[in-house]
């Protein structure tokens, strides 16, 4: 009687692409359930950061934010959200009277970021708020240029910082998982960044298609992905034949070949 148990082949991150540091927030006014202001920090479309106006302290979302930054970091960004939080509360009051509303629901964002190609070196920078108050902005040339420096240095920084935190604490995961030993194979990909992963399987060194189930691409809480494929083989089958899990990412590929001697069963004994 057999099934796998786990097989694990650990590897560093290693990946070139376009990454993004993006920040939302968000006040709003009125009876509604939700927090007066909040700040929602994205690398590369995962959150890593939250502050809310009812907790008033910034949070760390990933593992690699709370082993990377220590307590006085995380007092400065909380300093720092409190008083945007205070520009933002004013800023729905100037809305408010901008419409000549005095009661209901009102709610003021922003959004901004920067990017950053770590193959090319080329860099870019985003910000989205209300059109009169882009003008007014527009036409303050100490405020731009203040924006301006911030956006071509510190965020740069602080995203390739951010980026090279995940990229050290994320470790790629392949596993060859079975419930008993006449359920199907699983090939369970995790740990992966970003989520151009792909799974195949090989038969006595042919791609082979038959009886394969791919299973859909899942986010992790922090910013990698997982994904498995399950192949409906028999014991009989693959000890006949060679036949392997081929898992390809970033050009890096890895392979696991399901074998007498790989193959572990729950109880630590081979059959």
């Not at 419409?99 to 870019?124: L, R």
């Not at 995203?159 to 090939?187: A, D, I, M, R």
Request: charged residues 25%.
């Amino acid at each position: 009687m057999r099934t796998v148990v786990l097989l694990l082949l650990r590897v560093r991150l290693a990946c070139a692409e376009t990454h993004s540091l993006k920040y939302f927030f968000t006040a709003v006014s009125g009876d509604i359930d939700f927090p007066e202001f909040t700040i929602v920090g994205l690398v590369d479309e995962g959150q890593f950061m939250y502050f809310d106006s009812n907790k008033m302290k910034v949070e760390p979302k990933t593992d690699w934010m709370r082993q990377k930054e220590g307590a006085d970091y995380w007092d400065i960004q909380t300093q720092l959200a409190a008083g945007t939080h205070q520009a933002f509360r004013n800023n729905i009051q100037v809305a408010k009277k901008r419409f000549n509303h005095s009661t209901g629901v009102h709610t003021f964002q922003e959004m901004y970021g920067c990017e950053w190609d770590d193959q090319t070196g080329k860099t870019d920078a985003f910000r989205q708020e209300g059109f009169s108050t882009q003008n007014k902005w527009n036409n303050n040339r100490a405020d731009l240029e203040g924006r301006k420096h911030y956006f071509s240095t510190v965020c740069i920084e602080w995203l390739k910082k951010y980026v090279e935190y995940g990229k050290s604490s994320l470790q790629k995961q392949v596993s060859l998982l079975q419930k008993n030993p006449s359920s199907p194979v699983t090939c369970h990909a995790a740990g992966f960044y970003p989520s151009g992963v792909s799974i195949t399987w090989m038969k006595n060194g042919q791609d082979h298609h038959e009886d394969v189930d791919f299973g859909e691409l899942v986010p992790n809480e922090d910013i990698t992905f997982q994904k498995t494929s399950t192949l409906r083989v028999t014991p009989d089958e693959w000890k006949k034949n060679q036949i392997s899990c081929v898992v390809e990412h970033q050009g890096e590929t890895i392979r696991i070949i399901l074998t007498e001697k790989e193959i572990r069963t729950n109880w630590g004994k081979r059959s």
